[in-house]
């Protein structure tokens, strides 16, 4: 079974400094790692994926995220952060298709409400 | 380039009736998964459907079903509708040659309530 772990339920930070939203996953094999966003009353928009390769992923609107194979994490970061960027944030995993028989169920977590203020 | 989109929006249903929510995929997907978030939640997967039959299910009751249309387009039905019902549904769509690079992107969703 894959599941994933976001300990904080909320995390507030000043306008202009780095935040980091906390990540933590169970799968087997290789993980497939996602982040999305979600605005009140809205859908999950896509913000970045980790599948292969480099351990740093860069995605949308200057987010990126760490993989850590040992500590099984993948840690969300901005260098600065903005008013905007106040949403809900949730990570989600994906096994491999070799398990899943083709299927690309993800996984999510419970989500961590991000509060930028001024 | 049309996102994924879901109706309708909102929809206001009594315990026992049945509702059927509706999704077309991105343009050029081919797979349409159904997620299940209730509020303060993440999103539950459901089930997926590919080239019109059901590929992946999640752990849900038989109540819920659905289909997929030769132009990839979805329904999701749920019968004998509960009070736990209430959520907001999601609609995902991606491409299946895209192999382990897939994306799922999202809809806006359906906020179904179960009176």
């Known amino acids: 079974a894959q599941s994933v772990a976001q300990p904080e339920d909320q995390v507030n930070v000043a306008e202009g400094n780095p935040l980091t939203v906390k990540c933590t996953y169970s799968?087997?094999?290789?993980?497939?790692l996602f982040w999305y966003v979600q605005y009140p009353n809205r859908g999950l928009q896509f913000l970045l994926k980790?599948?292969?390769?480099?351990?740093l992923v860069k995605g949308s609107y200057g987010f990126e995220a760490e993989f850590n194979k040992s500590q099984t994490s993948f840690h969300l970061k901005k260098p600065s952060a903005l008013v905007s960027d106040s949403a809900l944030y949730f990570c989600?995993?994906?096994?491999?298709?070799?398990?899943?028989?083709?299927?690309?169920?993800?996984?999510f977590g419970t989500g961590t409400q991000l509060k930028v203020e001024l | 380039d049309a996102g994924v989109t879901q109706s309708p929006t909102h929809l206001i249903k009594t315990r026992g009736q049945q509702v059927t929510l509706r999704c077309s995929p991105k343009?050029?997907?081919?797979?349409v998964s159904w997620y299940q978030q209730a509020l303060g939640q993440g999103p539950q997967f459901i089930f997926q459907y590919y080239e019109e039959e059901e590929r992946q299910r999640g752990n849900f009751p038989d109540r819920f079903s659905g289909h997929q249309f030769p132009n990839y387009s979805s329904e999701l039905n749920v019968n004998a509708l509960l009070l736990g019902d209430s959520a907001l549904y999601l609609c995902?769509?991606?491409?299946?040659?895209?192999?382990?690079?897939?994306?799922?992107?999202f809809g806006p969703g359906t906020r179904l309530t179960v009176l």
């Open positions: 995902a769509s991606s491409l299946a040659s895209g192999g382990a690079i897939d994306t799922q992107y």
């Open positions: 980790y599948i292969t390769g480099d351990n």
């Open positions: 799968v087997s094999g290789n993980p497939y």
């Open positions: 343009s050029g997907h081919d797979t």
């Open positions: 989600a995993v994906r096994a491999p298709y070799i398990l899943t028989g083709g299927g690309n169920k993800l996984t």
